[in-house]
């Protein structure tokens, strides 16, 4: 009996080392760069790293990143200058694109439909519209000299809080034994492919069960709902009404069909301007997002850049420049 | 609760330290825990249909000892023995054919111009299990009846025989004359044995999690909208039936004898290597053994077997292929599936063929020729197109899926319904089979490698492949659990 136990411990101990070489061989786990917050009280990414993401139990997505030295995804560092006309991406990791190489994001594929753009990337994953335009405020030197800023919006994730504050709960999870764990990256690989999150699933529901309650789901779903669209609401007028954004050069990306009436009603009549992203992916009929993530594939991307590129032709910006783009992408705008 | 899942992954230590640690010199204690461990096992789905399990145990406890007072007047044991049958048939009558003999029968009249205006169909939820353990009882008062075993009177042994929780839900089906010794005898820890088990249960998950559920999002894919397909796919779709059905099951069987294994009884094998079959006789003495070997002692040989001649042995065979049809589900597919190897069984018997690979294996002695190669491909081809039956939802559905396979030809593209890469399947399935084919001697021992270091790199890939294929967002249940 002993024999059995110390052996099953032994086998599985080099057992799990053996996996856990080979989820690194074969570079499995996701692999995501450091964070931090700079003095600016701005969250980011540690400057200068460059790996690998991965995503799918068997590398279904493996795509290259590359942090420029402000700290976020980009082939290019941010530099803007008087005679370009430069576009400012901000948003969360849809906008990240650790799902994709670097150097094919949504702003390169913006890029290559309008040659005399510059798009600037400020994706970080978890931004809300507090951070977005916290990041906006804080970097107003740069952002003074970009000549648009299209900000991502999700509904109603964007919006749970009206004001910007400094949260430590990204850094904490690459601190203390969340931070160790990471360390193993067949742990980090389990995560990935909800192994992990399938267990804890089935412990909480066991919990939930031991004590009679259902998990809090006998809410009434309508007052809930009725609460979140009021609250949503007043967080987006307090932070849009922060002083100091130039509103004139901010644009929101938005999937028009996720807001609340009470929001689309209210960007309409106080002339916000947005751009709804998700009437192109909707009409598509292949697959806009990754397996096992929510997150677009290299489709939803070019989907999404096309949204906006339309969006700019249809604005007439840079105006100098609306002669050169080709006849052809005019018509594919219509 | 199933083998593959977390509650059972703390089940089964508790119940293997109780069963070893607490209870080590404690015989009754030992059956008392394993008892109760299947009944919480089997309670996990519906603790309502424990009743009915305790009762099939109580009637056939009873009937068995009945069978045996009476037995010098054969007569009348025969009536105790037509009380088990009527009460094991008849439970599984209700739960699983009652609505398929209404809607046959309402449909039936209907073909003949008769109107059932009103018909009582009833929202019946299937047991699970339940065509195993009620064939498992039945058997045991049978072989009460033919003088093979002396009924017991040990309540607690015998409800542990019926209820023995690894083999409970989808067998394999054992016999009393088998297993009832074995739980009422005493048992000792063995460390060989134990080993073997966990060998054996890590194989039967790899064939369960890497083969059948990774290949079911596609099979259903295909089954589901064959009409969009074209014939290569949906043959596709139909071999990789194959495959996810026997490693469902099979999976299945031996993490059933592995987990036994661990509490020092032996069940029978039920699978070995049926894809290596050279033809459909042998085929059927690789699978599903413990339910066509019942058939066989329980159907086949009281009708007369093949000693009354040929007519009557080509009679015998037909009603036990369309019997064990009819077992897998109340479905006329299953029966014509049974009805479709029967035909494909009956042309070796009459040439005296059906035996002709008894006892030994492919490539035994040597690697196999092409003429055995052949042999092995024509019965999988056929094997496969059989399942189509199997798998279809009704008998249109089967009979559009083979004109689909003879009538839409056109380009064999194929994606994931989740847009996986198909060429991992692929790559996988050759894998597997090659190494079904290099472990192919011993079904009872996937791991035959001597080598520590070798046998530990076999055991990391296997967990590595586990994880590779694992889907936290498919169906983890068993196909058998639904028969």
Redesign the interface.
């Known amino acids: 009996?002993k024999?059995?136990f110390f052996?099953?411990l032994a086998?599985g101990f080099?057992?799990l080392l053996?996996?856990e070489a080979?989820?690194r061989g074969l570079h499995l786990h996701k692999g995501t760069p450091e964070r931090m917050i700079d003095e600016k009280g701005v969250e980011k990414w540690v400057p200068g790293q460059s790996g690998f993401v991965t995503t799918?139990?068997?590398r279904?997505n493996f795509s290259e990143y590359r942090i420029n030295d402000l700290g976020f995804n980009s082939y290019r560092e941010f530099d803007p200058q008087t005679e370009t006309y430069e576009v400012a991406l901000i948003g969360d990791s849809f906008i990240e694109g650790f799902h994709q190489d670097y150097y094919n994001s949504i702003g390169k594929k913006i890029e290559r439909r309008m040659p005399e753009l510059a798009v600037y990337e400020f994706g970080y994953a978890g931004y809300d519209l507090a951070d977005e335009l916290h990041l906006v405020q804080a970097y107003d030197e740069l952002f003074e000299k970009i000549d648009m800023v299209v900000v991502y919006l999700h509904y109603p994730d964007d919006l749970l809080r009206n004001r910007y504050w400094v949260s430590e709960e990204r850094l904490k999870l690459q601190k203390g034994m969340y931070g160790l764990l990471q360390h193993s990256k067949l742990l980090v690989?389990?995560q990935n492919?909800?192994?992990l999150?399938?267990?804890t699933k089935?412990?909480v529901s066991w919990k939930h069960a031991i004590s009679g309650s259902s998990g809090g789901k006998e809410k009434s779903e309508g007052n809930k709902d009725q609460g979140l669209e009021h609250k949503t609401l007043e967080n987006f007028k307090d932070l849009v009404g922060q002083p100091g954004l130039n509103h004139e050069k901010i644009v929101f990306l938005v999937d028009e069909q996720l807001l609340s009436e009470d929001l689309k009603n209210y960007l309409l009549t106080a002339g916000i301007p947005y751009i709804d992203y998700g009437k192109v992916l909707r009409q598509e009929k292949a697959?806009v997002t990754l397996?096992y993530d929510q997150h677009w594939n290299d489709l939803g991307r070019e989907l999404v850049a096309k949204a906006i590129a339309a969006y700019l032709v249809n604005e007439q910006k840079p105006p100098i420049v609306q002669k050169q783009i080709p006849l052809n992408l005019h018509e594919e705008y219509q | 609760m199933l083998f593959n899942?977390?509650?059972y992954f703390l089940f089964l230590p508790l119940i293997f330290f109780l069963y070893?640690?607490a209870f080590r010199r404690r015989h009754l204690w030992q059956n008392i825990l394993l008892l109760v461990g299947s009944y919480i096992f089997y309670g996990w789905w519906d603790w309502r249909f424990l009743f009915l399990i305790l009762a099939s145990t109580i009637v056939d406890f009873y009937v068995g000892k009945m069978v045996a007072k009476a037995l010098p007047d054969k007569r009348r044991a025969r009536l105790w023995l037509w009380v088990s049958v009527v009460f094991n048939l008849g439970v599984l009558g209700f739960f699983k054919y009652y609505n398929f003999f209404v809607g046959s029968m309402v449909d039936g009249l209907h073909t003949l111009g008769l109107e059932m205006n009103s018909v009582w169909t009833l929202k019946i939820i299937l047991p699970v299990g339940i065509s195993f353990y009620t064939f498992q009882t039945m058997s045991y008062c049978f072989d009460i009846y033919r003088g093979k075993v002396q009924p017991t009177n040990n309540f607690v042994d015998f409800a542990a025989f019926v209820s023995f929780f690894p083999q409970l839900v989808a067998g394999p089906i054992e016999r009393s004359s088998h297993l009832l010794p074995q739980i009422s005898g005493k048992r000792k820890?063995n460390?060989e044995q134990?080993?073997a088990g966990?060998r054996l249960f890590l194989y039967g998950m790899l064939k369960k999690v890497v083969i059948a559920d990774a290949l079911a999002p596609i099979v259903d894919d295909i089954f589901n909208h064959y009409e969009l397909h074209a014939a290569p796919v949906l043959f596709m779709g139909a071999v990789f039936f194959g495959f996810q059905i026997y490693g469902d099951f099979s999976g299945y069987s031996d993490m059933a004898i592995g987990t036994a294994k661990l509490f020092g009884i032996e069940l029978r094998s039920n699978f070995r290597f049926p894809y290596f079959s050279r033809n459909i006789g042998e085929f059927w003495r690789r699978w599903h053994i413990s339910l066509s070997s019942w058939f066989r002692d329980y159907l086949y040989i009281p009708l007369g077997g093949s000693r009354e001649g040929k007519w009557k042995a080509i009679r015998n065979i037909f009603i036990i292929f369309l019997v064990s049809g009819l077992w897998h589900g109340a479905n006329w597919t299953f029966v014509v599936w049974g009805g479709f190897h029967a035909l494909l069984f009956i042309p070796l018997f009459l040439l005296g063929e059906n035996r002709k690979y008894k006892g030994s294996f492919l490539g035994e002695h040597e690697f196999p020729g092409a003429k055995e190669i052949l042999a092995v491909l024509n019965t999988f081809f056929m094997v496969t197109l059989s399942w189509i039956f199997f798998r279809a939802e009704d008998l249109g559905h089967a009979i559009g899926y083979f004109k689909g396979l003879i009538g839409q030809w056109s380009l064999p593209l194929y994606m994931h319904p989740?847009?996986?890469?198909m060429i991992?399947y692929f790559l996988m399935l050759l894998c597997f089979i090659a190494y079904e084919y290099y472990i192919r001697a011993d079904e009872r021992n996937p791991v035959p490698i001597k080598t520590g270091a070798v046998r530990?790199?076999t055991?990391?890939l296997i967990?590595?492949a586990l994880?590779?294929?694992?889907?936290?967002?498919s169906d983890r249940s068993f196909i058998y659990f639904q028969f």
Request: avoid cysteine; aromatic fraction near 20%; proline fraction near 2%.
């Open positions: 009996m024999r059995l052996k099953i086998y080099l057992i053996l996996v080979l989820v799918g139990n068997r279904q690989y389990l492919i909800g192994f999150n399938s267990m089935q412990l697959p397996i | 899942s977390l509650a070893w640690v820890f460390y134990s080993v966990l989740q847009g996986y890469r991992d530990l790199v055991y990391t967990v590595f994880l590779l294929f694992y889907d936290s967002g």
